[in-house]
């Protein structure tokens, strides 16, 4: 089984990684989840990761947190997609049972991967801060990460027209972890624009009926309708699923490897991700970039996942 570390700022797809990952169909092991700020500040999705792991029963693994703030640069935050909470639109109880570990999560990641068999794989679904960190204060860690499977980037943006948020949020972080040499997966909008969960796939949803799916439909309800409202697209892309599912099946994607480049100095384009699709860089491919899905084996696993927890 691959051993992983969520670093991730849940936020609503992310939300549903976790829980795709913790789902007993899955051949996933979650040794950790560690926080970072991103959709919201840090405690808030500190908060949020450890309402998801009562959810499924994720009770003995550890939740650290980490950057409260990007490498150099302020925050910025994705209120209008993923609410003021940060998981709007299911109930929860205000204070989860399960309490966060008292390390930071960078020393957490730094101490994992130095103790391994150099068979953790890192699955970042936020901002690269925690991440980039890590590499600067330990970079023995580099060449001991099985994988870096991460969501970020592409060759279109979301935050602006060149940026997808995670990788604006923090760029320079992003550029250490690119030109890290780690081997990196990376789910960009290119391929997680075609996971897009619509009303109807909340209907399909609905039937499952398991305290799990039903929360992730409540999840699915507020996300669908603040991307449509954001973005006038027709239902929802549920982004960071797709390194859940990847690592669960990783034939669901179409994948080649490429350069790419992050841009930190553009006028408008600070936060692209430069993606060689063409080869025409002549530099060394660094990354696995995903660029297809085939929906009815994601759907189908997506579904199947959900269905495995039972009340
Ligand atoms: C990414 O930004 C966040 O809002 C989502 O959780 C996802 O990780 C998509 O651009
Ligand atoms: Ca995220």
Redesign the pocket.
Known sequence: NKKLILDC?P?H??AISIILAASKLSNLNIEAITTVA??VEVEKNTVNALRVCDIVGLNDIPVAQGASTPLFRKPEI?EE??GETGLDGPEMPDNPNKKPVDQHAVDLIINRIMASNDDITLVP??PLTNIGLAMIKEPKIILKIKEIVL?GGGTFG?WTPAA???IYVDAEAAKVVFESGAPITMFG?DVTHQAIATRETVERLSEIDNHVSNFVVDLLKFFIKTNEDVFDMDGGPI??ACTALYLMDPEIFGVKHVRVDIETKGEFTYGMTCVDTLGVTNREPNVHFAHQLNHKKFWGLFEDALSSYSD
């Open positions: 700022d936020g797809d992310d991103g959709n994705a997609i993923h679904t936020g969501m979301n997808e948020f995670n909008l982004h960071d």
